[in-house]
């Protein structure tokens, strides 16, 4: 039998144990900056984070004056969500916040619903097959004209030259994601399958490295779609 390629028990271990996350993605900030700041009212602007965690990314958003949403795995990261915001004042613009997965979550809300939909290095939890329903989802929930961005591993990433489960998922044991659970990466070919959809379109797709001293890089796809 396969094991267990759900990551939740992991992830909630994680926040248990650790206190991370507390301040946005440099390439999230660019994206909401460039896309969302000169909207005359930011309150009206809905956002919701796909596997947002203790929620840097929907701090920052809320503080920009968004109102924000946000689905994980880890009750724990959302309390410390929640408390955060409390604590900075900052409830008025939580929009909701839902636990489990997103894949099943989404559901909960309606189609046409927001603005804009990120991901920062959570899709790719999900297997390929997995991944390809949930951005369906994603795009059915955003508004005509709505963006989604997402910052995603490439294959170059260290930990991940190791053999499948299936298609481009495998358990690194070393590099950045050694004992985060099973992880894809994501290739330039495999954007277009994944991201681009009969009522979508690639808006844009950076490649950003980080090349480490031991020989070793870490490579991350920064994709914005929009829909049609």
Not at 44 to 50: A, G
Not at 65 to 92: C, P
Not at 181 to 210: M, P, V
Request: net charge negative; aromatic share 12%; glycine share 8%.
């Amino acid at each position: 039998m396969m094991e267990d390629m759900n990551n939740s028990k992991i992830w909630e271990e994680t926040f248990v144990k650790k206190e991370w996350g507390k301040y946005p993605s440099i390439p999230l900030v660019k994206f909401i900056a460039s896309n969302f700041y000169e909207v005359a009212d930011r309150s009206h602007i809905r956002i919701l984070e796909i596997g947002c965690g203790t929620g840097a990314n929907i701090w920052f958003m809320a503080k920009e004056g968004f109102q924000v949403y946000g689905i994980d795995f880890s009750q724990t990261a959302l309390n410390r969500l929640k408390t955060r915001l409390k604590n900075e004042d900052l409830e008025g613009q939580l929009g909701g916040l839902l636990v489990g997965d997103y894949h099943d979550k989404l559901n909960e809300f309606p189609n046409e619903y927001f603005d804009a939909i990120i991901d920062i290095e959570s899709l790719y939890c999900n297997s390929f097959e997995v991944s390809q329903r949930i951005m369906e989802l994603c795009v059915s929930k955003l508004k005509k004209g709505g963006l989604m961005f997402s910052q995603t591993f490439n294959e170059k990433t260290w930990g991940f030259d190791l053999s499948e489960v299936s298609y481009h998922f495998v358990r690194p044991n070393e590099g950045p994601l050694k004992n985060s659970g099973f992880a894809r990466y994501t290739t330039r070919e495999d954007i277009n399958t994944l991201y681009k959809f009969d009522n979508s379109e690639i808006r844009n797709i950076e490649l950003q490295e980080l090349h480490l001293m031991n020989g070793k890089s870490i490579g991350e796809w920064l994709i914005t779609i929009a829909k049609n």
